[in-house]
């Protein structure tokens, strides 16, 4: 058996390292957390606001069609030149691409938002609010204080009380270590 004591405090200095260095990485992990919520956040804000354009770009392709086929008939009528036709049909080809774009960017935003909450695509169904949501306003007195309860900035500072700590580690290393020990046997 044998005991080595901890006379320079070598082993409370090893302690207190590996403390600041979980809570650095528990920081760490908050910091990815919040991230990520702000990531979800922000993708569901774009899904909604893209929902209202697709609709107003459904609202007008719809007129566009109308406008198309009221084009094609007074072609048919000889009041407008075929020219004409050609423009409205482009027109409307156009938006329609511009439709089907927005269609795949709703789809890509919702596919987004289902892997940041880990759920399959397939399962993860979102009804679009039908007003848009309001962001909060942030007072403009807020304290300076408030930088301190951020994750990244707790992890930063417990990365440096962990390197700090281990200053002391290095520093305690130059004193002799001392250990006791003792044997019993039988003949």
């Known amino acids: 058996a044998s005991w080595e004591p901890d006379i320079w405090g070598k082993v409370r200095q090893n302690i207190m390292v590996n403390k600041e260095k979980a809570q650095a990485s528990e920081a760490e992990l908050n910091s990815i957390r919040l991230s990520m919520q702000a990531q979800l956040a922000s993708t569901y804000l774009q899904w909604v606001v893209q929902g209202f354009q697709l609709q107003s770009q459904k ?31 482009s027109q409307y080809q156009s938006a329609q691409a511009t439709y089907t774009d927005m269609q795949l960017s709703q789809v890509q935003l919702q596919h987004a938002m289902a892997m940041l909450i880990g759920q399959p695509q397939d399962q993860f169904q979102l009804s679009r609010p039908n007003i848009l949501p309001s962001l909060p306003q942030i007072p403009v007195d807020l304290p300076s204080s408030i930088l301190q309860r951020r994750p990244d900035v707790a992890s930063a500072e417990r990365t440096m009380a962990a390197a700090n700590a281990q200053v002391g580690v290095a520093k305690l290393a130059f004193f002799p270590d001392f250990s006791l020990g003792g044997s019993l046997g039988f003949k």
């Open 59 to 89: 609202e007008s392709l719809d007129n566009l069609q109308k406008s198309l086929q009221l084009t094609q008939n007074q072609y048919k009528a000889g009041i407008v030149a075929s020219t004409i036709v050609d423009q409205a049909q």
